[in-house]
């Protein structure tokens, strides 16, 4: 499998990149705060998972109208600004990582994920179009499914690449350390 056209990215461009993600996770964390109440203290998040329209229905209920502009803000923000940020920042990040790692199966499953992350970011779509709709008309048992569905599917994908970037560069590191102490 070819690597994503991040491979020739060189790795200050990454650092951008993951500092951009860094910052507009920290972003959304600021505009989810109204969401944020003793029914439901995970916020959007607990929203994305609800899972069935009764759990989807006691978020919406605990939310004032002020919680509800938040969740349909941070949803709009996450559709146009986050996911693309954060799909291109791991996908570039765990890309940079496999094309770097000299051992070719670590560097196989990097490449996969640097792919997945383009599945993962639209399984955030969806799951944010089933939201937005939840917002406006109310909670639904197909609608919060599908969110749940999705958000986990995201996450999985997410947090599997996150991990593998993190740990793909602590191996990158250690390669290079050994090559420079063999004179290689």
């Known amino acids: 499998m070819k690597p994503p056209r991040f491979s020739t990215l060189k790795g200050h461009w990454v650092v951008v990149l993951v500092v951009a993600f860094v910052a507009v996770t920290l972003l959304m964390g600021q505009l989810g705060k109204p969401m944020l109440n003793a029914v439901n203290p995970r916020g959007i998040l607990g929203f994305e998972l609800a899972g069935t329209a009764e759990q989807a229905a006691v978020i919406l ?17 996450d559709c146009f600004v986050y996911i693309p940020v954060y799909v291109i920042a791991l ?17 196989r499953v990097a490449i996969v994920l ?19 709709r939840q917002l ?30 993190v ?4 191996a990158v590191a250690l390669q290079r350390g050994r090559l420079r102490g063999t004179g290689a």
């Open 167 to 170: 740990l793909g560069s602590a």
């Open 136 to 165: 406006s008309v109310g909670a639904d048992d197909t609608l919060a499914g599908l969110a749940r569905s999705c958000a986990l599917g995201k996450f999985a994908i997410a947090y599997a690449t996150s991990a593998a970037a």
């Open 91 to 107: 996908s570039a990040w765990v890309t940079w990582v496999g094309v770097r790692l000299r051992w070719a199966w670590l560097a």
């Open 114 to 132: 640097a792919w997945a992350m383009w599945l993962a970011g639209a399984l955030d779509y969806v799951e944010n179009a089933a939201m937005l």
């Open 61 to 77: 209920a605990s939310w004032d109208a002020a919680a509800r502009a938040a969740a349909q803000l941070q949803t709009v923000v």
